[in-house]
């Protein structure tokens, strides 16, 4: 079955410190990714994506991603994070066969410290 | 532009009812997605309408349904409600056509069931 697993569910960073989200996912085909952003009082909002072509995506908000096709791997990172980050984070995969579904990650909220 | 819009906000109903919740997507996205985020079980997909057609539905038993009308809005119906039907219920557009579109989410109708 098509899953996805989101290795850390809450991440406590202090502000400046360089992020890393985990995010695998299991599907035996060709995949769209994305990681969207849900902060506080917010709806969900995109971050980035992956499609095709240079593995290395960068979304808003100095917000960057690398997908590892043979690792099956598809993590989030920024350098140097604000208390503006705080959020819950998910990720989310779209097999190419167009079911229209997103299989989500269960989520990480991060919390930045001042 | 404006987004995706959901309504009501909050929604409290009583196990046995049923519960109507609507979503307008954005201008020119003629596909509507739902999706349920209840507590601990994370995002996931319920159902998927384009162009007036259900073109796929997750998991659920069918006392969930829907539809989507001419201007695209769509409706989703829960029928018989139970308790653990209480959570986030969220919907998202995409543009038509190709499969490499992204999905924007509104903001979410809350459903309490007591």
């Known amino acids: 079955a098509q899953s996805v697993s989101q290795h850390n569910h809450h991440v406590i960073l202090s502000e400046a410190a360089s992020l890393e989200l985990g995010c695998n996912y299991s599907?035996?085909?060709?995949?769209?990714l994305f990681w969207y952003v849900q902060y506080p009082g917010q709806h969900l909002q995109l971050l980035l994506k992956?499609?095709?072509?240079?593995?290395l995506v960068k979304g808003i908000k100095g917000f960057e991603a690398e997908f590892i096709k043979s690792k099956f791997s598809f993590n989030l990172r920024k350098p140097s994070v604000q208390w503006s980050d705080t959020a819950e984070y998910f990720c989310?995969?779209?097999?190419?066969?167009?079911?229209?579904?997103?299989?989500f990650g269960q989520g990480t909220t991060l919390q930045v410290k001042p | 532009e404006a987004g995706v819009t959901q309504s009501p906000t909050h929604l409290i109903k009583t196990r046995g009812q049923q519960a109507t919740l609507r979503c307008s997507p954005i201008?020119?996205?003629?596909?509507v997605y739902w999706y349920q985020q209840a507590l601990g079980l994370g995002l996931q997909f319920l159902l998927w309408?384009?162009?007036?057609?259900?073109?796929n539905r997750g998991n659920f038993p069918p006392r969930f349904s829907g539809r989507q009308f001419p201007n695209y809005s769509s409706e989703l119906n829960v029928n018989a409600l139970e308790l653990e039907d209480s959570a986030l219920y969220l919907c998202?557009?995409?543009?038509?056509?190709?499969?490499?579109?992204?999905?924007?989410f509104g903001p979410g109708t809350r459903l309490l069931v007591l």
């Open positions: 599907y035996g085909g060709t995949v769209n």
């Open positions: 309408y384009d162009e007036g057609e259900e073109r």
């Open positions: 998202a557009s995409s543009k038509p056509g190709q499969m490499q579109e992204t999905q924007y």
């Open positions: 989310a995969v779209r097999g190419s066969s167009n079911t229209g579904k997103l299989i």
């Open positions: 201008s020119g996205h003629t596909s």
């Open positions: 992956y499609f095709s072509g240079d593995p």
